[in-house]
């Protein structure tokens, strides 16, 4: 991932943001602790996870630096607010509105401890709410959609490059290979470190 690059184009949230609000409007609290293709997470935690990710980039996108957004991921599991069914929508919907804002693309900024040029930023958030989404839809049962923007955009971030996915600090794992010919979606989720045929029970 070149996270020095500042040619990344302008990305509409909406269509990753508002799939992840279609799933999570279906998720059954029985759900909830089932498994995820984030070896590490229960469908729980990985809500949790958007949850805070979307604050970070939320302020991220306003430049509102500070502990939202200048706090690395602990070792911690992310711990799902009591409220989530009510709160998570207007937070994605937010961080959709705070993206769109010329701004937000403007300069650096900072997410999760580390600081980033706004277009950037732009990309790596678009490329969790996508492979999120594909987590959250994979784990429930669900059906995903996926833009052909946001698609690009992740495949463009997730190619190999000089970065080691090897170490613990990785954030995502070496790609899964699979076919040339694959759809776009798969690919994706391959570069992702994910199987793109992952199954509850796998």
């Known amino acids: 991932m070149d996270t020095h690059s500042g040619n990344a184009p302008a990305l509409d949230l909406e269509p990753a943001a508002g799939q992840i609000g279609e799933l999570t409007s279906s ?8 498994p995820t293709p984030c070896p590490d997470y229960s469908v ?10 979307s604050v970070a980039f ?10 939202t957004t200048g706090t690395p991921p602990g070792q911690a599991l ?13 937070l994605l919907d937010e961080l959709v509105e705070a993206w769109r804002a010329p701004a937000a693309l403007e300069g650096m900024t900072q997410a999760g401890g580390v600081d980033l040029p706004g277009p950037v930023a732009a990309m790596v958030v678009s ?16 059906a995903f959609r996926a833009d052909e923007a946001s698609l690009r955009s992740s495949e463009a971030l997730l190619a190999p490059g ?4 090897s170490g613990p600090d990785a954030i995502f794992g070496p ?6 010919d ?9 570069l992702s470190g994910r199987r793109p045929d992952w199954k509850p029970g796998d």
């Open 27 to 34: 998720i059954d609290d029985r759900q909830l602790s089932g």
């Open 44 to 53: 729980r935690e990985l809500l949790a996870h958007v949850f805070g990710l």
């Open 58 to 67: 939320r302020d991220a996108a306003r430049k509102d630096l500070g502990p």
């Open 78 to 90: 992310p711990v799902l607010p009591d409220d989530w069914r009510k709160s998570l929508p207007p």
């Open 127 to 142: 490329n969790e709410l996508l492979v999120h989404g594909w987590d959250l839809a994979r784990s429930t049962g669900q």
């Open 162 to 165: 000089d970065d080691d996915r």
């Open 175 to 180: 790609p899964v290979p699979v076919p040339a």
């Open 182 to 190: 694959a759809p776009l979606l798969d690919r994706v989720i391959a």
